[in-house]
């Protein structure tokens, strides 16, 4: 079993639609990380957690600490919003080394 | 923030050759890591770019395949050695100050091994 499962693994959505990702993990940490991957390969990090929940522009995540749970959500989606999006934690025992989940690739359509 | 830049952004190569890529950070970091993503994989931690001391590599990956340098703490370089078609990965290099600080990642540089 992964240490970090994201789900849905792939997700098509029509533009407007709110859209929610999923991340489970199953050991402690100290931060979690959103990421976003477009298909040119570069990552922009999306945000970081470590407790509540944090808002930039239509883009929301939040996490669960006692349930070892996090989740992104995109409101009024949009076709520029298609990427991989990959869940990645801080393990309590790893310092700033990042484990990954396998990502989820949202496809807005218009 | 830290803007990091990579270079190259994508080369192919010849089997038994090697490729350096560069990492440029635009102010000054504490942690540097170096990643790869094989096709159709998430990211796996090849090692952590240690500033004027050996790079330290996650299982799987050795020194002798993946020379790091990093001989500053802007800069950082991951050599991938005697390469094989199984190279052919994204490498993503990423920066960060330290322990619950952000991190942040480069754009890529896509490896194609013929």
């Known amino acids: 079993k992964n240490e970090v499962e994201q789900s849905p693994q792939n997700l098509t959505a029509q533009e407007g639609e709110f859209i929610t990702i999923n991340c489970s993990y199953s050991?402690?940490?100290?931060?979690l990380h959103w990421l976003q991957q477009h298909p040119g390969g570069g990552i922009v990090s999306l945000f970081m957690?470590?407790?509540g929940k944090k808002k930039h522009g239509r883009l929301i995540a939040t996490i669960n600490i006692q349930e070892k749970h996090s989740s992104l959500h995109i409101t009024a989606s949009h076709p520029r919003d298609s990427a991989v999006y990959i869940c990645?934690?801080?393990?309590?025992?790893?310092?700033?080394?990042?484990?990954f989940g396998e990502g989820t690739q949202l496809t807005v359509n218009p | 923030s830290a803007v990091i830049s990579q270079k190259p952004s994508r080369d192919i190569c010849q089997r038994g050759t090697s490729l350096t890529i560069q990492c440029q950070v635009d102010?000054?970091?504490?942690?540097m890591f170096w990643y790869r993503q094989q096709p159709g994989q998430s990211l796996t931690l090849i090692a952590t770019?240690?500033?004027?001391?050996?790079?330290?590599?996650e299982s799987g990956f050795v020194i002798d395949k993946f020379p790091i340098s990093r001989p500053n703490l802007t800069f950082s370089t991951l050599t991938v050695s005697n390469m094989s078609p199984e190279d052919s990965s994204i490498y993503l290099c990423?920066?960060?100050?330290?322990?619950?600080?952000?991190?942040?990642f480069g754009p890529g540089t896509r490896l194609t091994v013929l």
């Open positions: 990423s920066a960060g100050q330290g322990y619950y600080n952000e991190q942040f």
């Open positions: 050991v402690g940490i100290s931060a």
């Open positions: 957690l470590s407790s």
């Open positions: 990645a934690v801080a393990l309590i025992t790893s310092g700033s080394r990042l484990t």
């Open positions: 102010s000054q970091v504490t942690m």
């Open positions: 770019a240690n500033q004027g001391s050996e790079a330290t590599y």
